[in-house]
């Protein structure tokens, strides 16, 4: 027996009792016993049953309020709601929460002072009435129990005294509601149906809301009966009468609703009657509801029929049931309108009238359900999804959908450009937010769609395709022009410094920078790269985003590098110098410790991009070890790769070494792998002959460009050595510097080379118009003979003698066979077809964003559709021969006129040159186009060294003037060379002077132009003796422009450079954007333009004077430009007369006194017949734009205030001024000079025959203007404008005032006879007689005015009548 706790004893003591008591496992003196709940229903007691009686005329249960629902809160008891809601585990752990429960504060006591919900209380029952005072008294009697049901549970004594008694014997009084018979009145309908009103029926309008919170339903019914008696007791005639007025008072759109809302309520097939009992009600309620919904469902006609037995459906709901109905067939009528684009998962569009099966999953709940493939907006959506699969999804579809859109596939399918579209709608924030998500699939996805928005494969294969021929490996940036701006512009100025912009503002000009800049996409690639390990795909993706990156700039190339250890993992992962053994049967899908060809690639973009980054790569990434173990394996198959996969890292690595020895690094590999090198020129002379795979002959093509590299550098390096114009002193300190390859290793792998050149040429010769075939090993080939004949013959160890000898002997046995041979006249026969110049149809147009610039190229079939770089495109081969016989022409001086003749002859190439001078000229600037430009280069520099060619002159001028233009950035050094040799070369234009000169002697004399200047010296135009002055200063003409152009000195030099290439002076191997070329159609102007500009910045009292050489630039400026429209007015024609026009008159305004020069006069006054042409005035529109201005009216301003301040009345400034008065120009230069410079009114003072410009040009049509005809007639009267200061300016006042207020139109009647009232009551009567007498002109007579004799009779009666 464990005693009981004594005092003093510790809380261990019992303890210690404790574990006695449970180890004796004896039962306990008391247990604990749980009590039922006593609030717990019969349901939830389950066996405890109650006596149920029941008393006729009572209810057997409590009455309900019949008002609760299904939202309204049931009131629980406090621990109930505690118990509930710990057993759903929603406690509220937040310790300020548990602080405000128990915060007694008066401020929060009353916070929590809320309104009782009291929508649940039952409301209190009306008592029965008592027939007495008070109940009647029970008395209990003796009552028998009933045995014959011995299954049922004996009821108690009081149970069966209730069941035995009635209301009454309570003393109640029951009133038994009887039903009254139905009164129906027939209502007449607008239809003539009538309607059965039911008087116990409630009102369809009247509800009672608002009239009383307790008696409003009981008013309203009170209004119901009384309105069912007032029908019954009128007439149908009495009811339609009222029904009449009330249609006619009403609104018809209240009538509208309250009929509509009556035929809601009567449609329903099922009353409740209010005589039946509740449990009827809902028995008979439910048939109903179920006869209802299951018609409902029949009415849907849908394939399988939904039974209520099924899981969770016991409720029908129609809408959703309806999407198994079948789709209606798609609307094909938006012709006007176009409809919404929807593609499929691959991209495609889907046409509104396409029949796709739904098995497809393109059909959905969108906007157009009936039409399948989803729109760029819903693929937008579902790029947020929260649905994992729906993002992937969504993702891979605009992935494809931006794929086929750069390749050009939609272009014809719709009507706006996609890229653009997605990209200004923000497809790059949704994809830089998938790409930081944790789901690998989500991540890949997301780079697999921003590779197909700033990645373009046409774009990437054409580069490839090129890097073989001349310049190949010079590629261009994909910057937009407006980053350009600011990455070569200074810092800022605190002043100049503009608000942070935001990352949207920053996308919008420039995507690759944005990315790069803005949304850190190198770290996050780098990351993803080196944690997640993604699959194969993705890890190619991600490296052509960094090439994509690195082309944009050499900016963006070097934050690529510099980006911390994004390099290392690259080279270290997919560069690397061992590997393990791979099955070269199966795909690989782990690329991690496995050298990938597009690793190499982007090594030689980040090359590409500058001297300094090529030096990174070689000596902080080890990327020479890399070369030495990918290259000397002669047979791919070694590499322990996929042969492919072998094949394309080798011409990687061949075309990355190229870049570097472009640059004169990594010269001494050559000496490395010297055997290697001799091994495959071994193999070269056995299999050249021998069809080969492509990539094979890729990679040979490859290995002969590196050749070319090596010896054009050996011969740099040895004259940089050994060369006299260096000191010794410099010598000593390079020596180190300098590649350490010599000329004396290349001579003999150059004399094999040359020898497979040979054998390559003459197989192209005999074989090639027989069966086409890729020309790039031909072209590789080509460029080295002219390299090796360009080092050679620039080295020490040239011999002149037998240097001729061979360099004839192979243009004699080589090079003119093969031009005279079937195989290359073949070749020569594609150049029309395959030319982008003369196509300019093929270039993709829509797919083109301005903050993501490219090349705009497609692909169709995978292969390019430009038509220059076709599989057998000419260009190539073209150029490259072309090359070597313009450097034999250099080399050898005997060869030069018959080269030319040779040249000249080929009727193929002088008809493609005939149709690029002909043609007009292309708008957009392709950088692939620079190949033909190059060919066009060659070919004029050949031909014009035939001095006897008079035939080809004309063509040559055109094609050099057309090429001028056309000359991209990077060829800066071929316009130095243009403009030095060809351009202004005498035996150009000297051979076509007889032809003008002839033409010249056949004006006939009234067509010469004779000016009075402000000397009152008669100046007379000889223009044969003008062009023969301008022929013969050709030579200070060119000074003239090459000192103009002498500020893009440091930019020809580093083009010629790269052109020549001279590797240790080459910076960089890239240009600039090809969107616009080097100098504008306008360029003969640009010497003038900038004088212009230098003196309007100054103040006008600066300009006084212009230096002697000043002078001289102008004029040679005027000589050229007036030689240009007398030579070759199509060429000059290229350029608007008015731009032309507006260039000249900058030459007044270049100083004060400049126009005053005796030559610059001439050739200002030639300049002015030429523009007085009918048909350049036709031409002439001042309202077009003009590049360099405002506006051409701020400038016709400045142009008038000069005349007005200098002009002393000059006659050749004033017809210069008078081109913008004609009446077919705006209105606003007519007033300009007739309201702001109206003192030109006194000095505008030539002669109606001098003016070169037919008079009737400046009085048709008939003025309009109210406000110019005031100014006409005001200076007039006011005498500030009279016939002897200006009589052109009298004589047009004079025409617009007279037939202004004899216009037969009844307008301005007033102003018409106030004018002619001011007319009349001048005292200077000639004027009044030149304005009422007015007939015509005739520069014969006084004032160039002749009048009428006698008014007409219809004039006549107007002045009457006024």
């Known amino acids: 027996m464990i005693p009981r706790p004594k005092p003093g004893e510790t809380e261990d003591d019992l303890l210690k009792f404790q574990q006695e008591f449970l180890s004796k496992k004896e039962q306990s003196a008391a247990s604990v016993v749980r009590k039922p709940d006593k609030r717990k229903t019969i349901q939830s007691i389950g066996c405890v049953e109650k006596d149920v009686v029941d008393i006729d005329g009572l209810p057997p249960t409590k009455p309900k309020s019949g008002q609760e629902g299904p939202n309204i809160p049931h009131k629980k008891s406090r621990f109930s ?73 004996p009821k108690s004594l009081f149970a069966q005294q209730m ?20 009164m129906e009145v027939i209502v007449s309908e607008e239809n003539g149906v009538g309607a059965h009103v039911s008087k ?39 009811i339609q009468e009222e029904r009449n007025k009330l249609l ?30 509740e449990s009827m009600e809902t028995a008979q309620s439910e048939p109903f509801k179920s006869k209802q919904s299951s018609t409902e469902v029949e009415e849907l006609d849908l394939p399988i029929k939904p039974d209520r037995k099924w899981v969770h459906m016991d409720k029908v709901e129609c809408d959703k049931l309806s999407w198994l109905k079948d789709l209606p067939p798609p609307s094909t009528d938006h012709n006007k309108t176009g409809t919404t684009a929807r593609f499929d998962f691959e991209g495609n569009l889907v046409t ?13 709940h969108g906007d157009e359900p009936e039409r399948a493939g989803y729109s760029l907006e819903e693929l937008f959506h579902l790029c947020r999804s929260t649905n994992i699969q729906q993002r992937i999804l969504s993702l891979k579809t605009l992935g494809n959908i931006l794929t086929k859109a750069r390749n050009g ?69 994909f910057k937009t022009l407006v980053m350009s701006d600011e990455m070569t512009s200074k810092d800022p100025t605190p002043e100049d410094e503009t ?19 803005q949304m850190n996409l190198l770290p996050r690639l780098r990351h993803i790269l080196s944690q997640s390990h993604p699959q194969a795909p993705s890890v190619l993706h991600c490296i052509d985003i960094l090439i994509r990156i690195v082309r944009h700039s050499p900016q963006m190339a070097y934050e690529v590098e510099r980006c911390p250890g994004l390099i290392e993992l690259i080279i270290e992962e997919f560069l690397p110098t061992s590997w393990k053994m791979l099955d070269v049967r199966a795909p690989l899908s782990d690329l991690y410790g496995v050298p990938v060809p597009s690793a190499m690639k982007l090594v030689r973009c980040l090359a590409q991009s500058g001297r300094n980054l090529a030096a990174t790569m070689l000596n902080k990434y080890h990327i020479r070890a890399r070369f030495l173990r990918y290259l000397v394996e002669k047979n791919a198959e070694n590499l322990l790769l996929p042969q492919n996969e072998a094949l394309k890292l080798q011409i990687e690595g061949y075309r990355a070494w190229r870049t570097c020895l472009s640059y004169g690094l990594a010269a001494d590999l050559f000496t490395d792998i010297f055997p290697c090198v001799l091994s495959q020129l071994a193999v070269l002379q056995k299999e050249h002959l021998e069809s080969n795979s492509n990539l094979v002959c890729i990679r040979t093509t490859a290995f002969i460009t590196v050749l070319e590299s090596v010896v054009s550098l050996a011969a740099q390096s040895d004259q940089r050595k050994f060369g006299s114009s260096v000191s010794k002193l410099s010598r000593d300190e390079n020596h180190s510097l300098l590649p350490n390859v010599t000329w004396s290793q290349v001579t003999d792998v150059s004399l094999v080379v040359m020898d497979t050149c040979q054998k390559c040429l003459k197989k192209l010769g005999k074989t090639y118009q027989h069966k086409k075939f890729n020309l790039d090993f031909e072209v590789s080939c080509l460029n080295f003979m002219a390299s090796y004949f360009l080092s050679w013959s620039s080295h020490k160890s040239f011999n002149p003698v037998e240097g001729l000898e061979y360099v004839e002997k192979i243009y004699t046995d080589v090079l003119r066979p093969l031009i005279k041979s079937l195989g290359f006249r073949s070749v020569l026969s594609d150049l029309c077809s395959c030319s982008s110049v003369l196509n300019p149809a093929h270039q993709l147009k829509m797919e083109c964003a301005e903050n993501l610039p490219g090349l705009s190229l497609r692909m169709k079939n995978g292969h390019l559709v430009e038509p220059c770089l076709q599989e057998y495109s000419p260009f190539g081969v073209i150029i490259a021969v072309m090359r070597v016989l313009y450097v034999v022409s250099q080399i050898h001086r005997g060869l030069p006129e018959k080269i030319a003749e040779l040249i000249s002859t080929e009727e193929n190439l002088l008809t493609y040159h005939r149709k690029i001078a002909s043609s007009p000229k292309y708008t957009s600037a392709c950088h692939f186009n620079k190949y033909e430009n190059m060919l066009m280069y060659y070919f004029i520099k050949i031909v014009t060294k035939n001095p006897s060619s008079k035939q080809t002159a004309p063509l040559i001028q055109k094609l050099v003037l057309r090429l001028i233009t056309q000359l991209q950035h990077g060829d800066e050094f071929l316009i130095h060379d243009l403009l030095s040799t060809v351009m202004f070369s005498p035996n150009v234009w000297k051979q076509g002077e007889e032809e003008v000169r002839s033409v010249l002697e056949d004006l006939q004399l009234s067509d010469a132009v004779h000016l009075c200047s402000a000397t009152q010296e008669q100046v007379s135009l000889n223009q044969t003796q003008l062009v023969t002055a301008t022929l013969s200063e050709l030579v200070s003409i060119r000074a003239a422009y090459l000192q103009a ?33 080097l100098l504008p159609m306008d360029w003969m102007y640009l010497p003038l333009i900038d004088l212009y500009n230098r003196f309007s910045s100054v103040g006008a009292d600066v300009q006084n004077a212009l230096s002697k050489t000043e002078v001289s630039m102008v004029t040679s400026v005027l000589r050229w430009v007036y030689l240009l429209e007398k030579f070759q007015p199509k060429v000059t024609s290229s350029v608007s007369v008015t731009l032309r026009v507006s260039r000249v008159m900058c030459t007044f305004l270049t100083g004060n006194d400049l126009f005053m020069e005796k030559t610059v006069y001439l050739y200002l006054a030639a300049l002015l017949r030429e523009f007085s042409s009918p048909q350049l005035l036709d031409q002439m529109d001042f309202n077009e734009q003009i590049p360099g201005i405002v506006s051409f009216y701020d400038l016709y301003s400045l142009l008038l205030q000069q005349y007005e301040a200098v002009s002393f009345g000059d006659s050749l400034f004033a017809c210069y001024i008078l081109f913008p008065m004609q009446q077919k120009h705006d209105i606003q230069l007519r007033k300009a000079l007739w309201t702001e410079q109206y003192g030109i009114l006194r000095c505008l003072n030539i002669s109606l025959k001098e003016i070169p410009i037919p008079l009737d040009r400046f009085l048709n049509p008939e003025e309009s203007d109210v406000e110019l005809i005031r100014l006409y007639f005001q200076n007039l009267l006011s005498r500030r404008l009279q016939s002897h200061w200006s009589p052109l300016l009298y004589l047009i006042a004079i025409h617009h005032v007279n037939r202004f207020i004899y216009n037969q139109e009844k307008k301005h009647t007033q102003l018409k006879h106030g004018i002619i009232q001011q007319a009349l009551k001048s005292p200077h009567k000639e004027l009044c007689q030149h304005i009422l007498h007015y007939k015509m002109v005739d520069p014969e007579k006084d004032c160039g005015i002749e009048l009428y004799v006698e008014l007409p009779q219809i004039r006549r009666s107007l002045l009457e009548q006024i």
């Open 200 to 238: 116990e029926s409630s009102s369809n309008i009247i509800k009672g809301i608002g009239l009383s919170a307790t008696f409003g339903e009981e008013e309203a019914q009170k209004i119901h009966h009384e309105n069912i008696s007032k029908l019954a007791s009128l007439t149908s005639e009495e």
């Open 1045 to 1077: 152009f002498s500020s893009q000195q440091k930019r020809a030099i580093h083009s010629r450079h790269r052109f020549l290439m001279q590797a240790l002076d080459v910076q960089n191997l890239v240009t600039s954007t090809p969107t616009e070329t």
């Open 409 to 477: 596939d939609l272009e014809d399918q719709i009507n706006s450009a996609i890229l653009p579209t997605v990209l200004n709608a923000g497809i790059l924030f949704l994809i830089r937010w998938a790409m930081d998500d944790s789901i690998e699939s989500v991540v890949c996805m997301s780079i697999k769609t921003l590779r197909s928005i700033i990645m373009s494969d046409a774009d990437e294969e054409s580069l490839d395709r090129v890097f073989s021929w001349f310049q190949g490996h010079v590629s261009p940036c």
């Open 81 to 153: 709601a505690s118990r509930e809601a710990s057993a759903k585990g929603v406690e509220e752990d937040d310790p300020e929460a548990r602080i405000d429960k128990q915060d007694r504060h008066m401020a929060a006591v009353l916070t929590k002072i809320v309104e009782r919900d009291t929508r649940n209380i039952q409301p209190l029952t009306s008592v029965l009435e008592c027939s007495s005072g008070f109940p009647k008294v029970i008395h209990r009697g003796n009552l028998e129990q009933d045995k014959t049901d011995h299954n049922k549970k």
């Open 499 to 517: 608000p942070q912009e935001t990352d949207a503002d920053v996308l919008k000009r420039d995507v690759i920078y944005s990315l790069v800049m």
């Open 163 to 182: 069941s035995k008694m009635s209301a009454s014997d309570f003393g109640l009084v029951v009133k038994v509601k009887e039903k009254p018979p139905d």
């Open 248 to 277: 006619q008072m009403l609104d018809p759109k209240l009538v509208s609703f309250l009929a509509s809302k009556r035929n809601k309520e009567s449609s329903s097939e099922h009353m409740p009657s209010p005589h039946l009992p």
């Open 352 to 364: 509104a009238d396409e029949g796709i099966d739904v098995k497809f999953g393109l059909h959905h």
